[in-house]
């Protein structure tokens, strides 16, 4: 048996699909935490700035942490928003959704602003791997005038949190496993303990290939071809890992 579907309400249908979909005030779509312009404004503006706030240093893994985005606007009075972890599970708020595999959230219509902000709470559920976690976000601020246009104005952030695992040292702490000099241009070391191995990561999470001599309880790491920036030393020595931070100038 055979179905006919109405060609009239074929076309209203299709329409409707494609009008929700350049409407700037629409749901969200699930986009891996890349840029708006599939839907708005081709540019990336710095009139709207973006935030995730209450995310830790460092995550306890399988720990609950609850977040809030800030997308704020001067002129704009809607936001929607687009949030993708690499590991971990988001657990949606008011006006948001998830994915099936509940690694992205979205809004399902925008928020009003307060003032000149508007903000979504979500949360977020920590891994129980030891391995960095990438957050990717972008926020679309609009002027709800319901049209796809470069008065959309929306800005991207990128956030790289590793875990603190048994074991983890951070720079508040007596280091057992010194990391000098730091600031750094071509030479970082590592002393203290004799390491089993590590990993160089940078700002964003990405593991950076580098030339490195291990030695008993000291490592050092040629940086003089790295770019400028943060970077994060990953160490495991025995079942411990230890974190360590530093910056090239």
Not at 77 to 92: H, M, P, Q, W, Y
Not at 94 to 117: C, E, L, R, Y
Not at 190 to 218: C, M, P, R, W
Request: aromatic share 10%; hydrophobic share 35%; with cysteine.
């Amino acid at each position: 048996m055979t179905l006919k579907f109405p060609y009239k309400l074929f076309l209203i249908a299709c329409f409707a699909i494609i009008y929700s979909s350049l409407r700037s005030d629409s749901g969200g779509k699930f986009n891996f935490g890349t840029p708006c312009s599939g839907c708005h404004g081709l540019n990336a503006s710095l009139n709207t700035a973006v935030e995730i706030i209450g995310l830790p240093t460092t995550f306890i893994p399988g720990n609950t942490y609850a977040l809030s985005f800030k997308i704020t606007n001067k002129t704009n009075t809607k936001a929607g928003f687009n949030i993708a972890v690499s590991d971990g599970e988001l657990i949606a708020g008011p006006g948001s959704q998830v994915n099936a595999f509940k690694t992205q959230i979205t809004h399902t219509k925008p928020m009003d602003a307060v003032g000149i902000t508007s903000t979504f709470d979500f949360s977020w559920i920590a891994p129980t791997t030891a391995n960095a976690v990438l957050f990717k976000a972008v926020g679309n601020a609009v002027n709800g005038n319901n049209n796809a246009d470069d008065s959309d104005q929306w800005n991207t952030t990128t956030t790289t949190i590793l875990p603190a695992t048994n074991g983890f040292i951070d720079s508040k702490q007596p280091l057992s496993l010194r990391c000098f000099p730091n600031p750094t241009t071509n030479i970082v070391t590592l002393e203290g303990i004799l390491i089993d191995s590590l990993e160089l990561f940078n700002a964003q999470g990405q593991v950076i290939h580098t030339n490195l001599q291990l030695e008993e309880k000291k490592c050092t790491i040629n940086c003089k071809e790295l770019k400028n920036g943060v970077y994060y030393i990953r160490s495991h020595s025995k079942e411990k890992i230890y974190l360590n931070r530093f910056i090239k100038n």
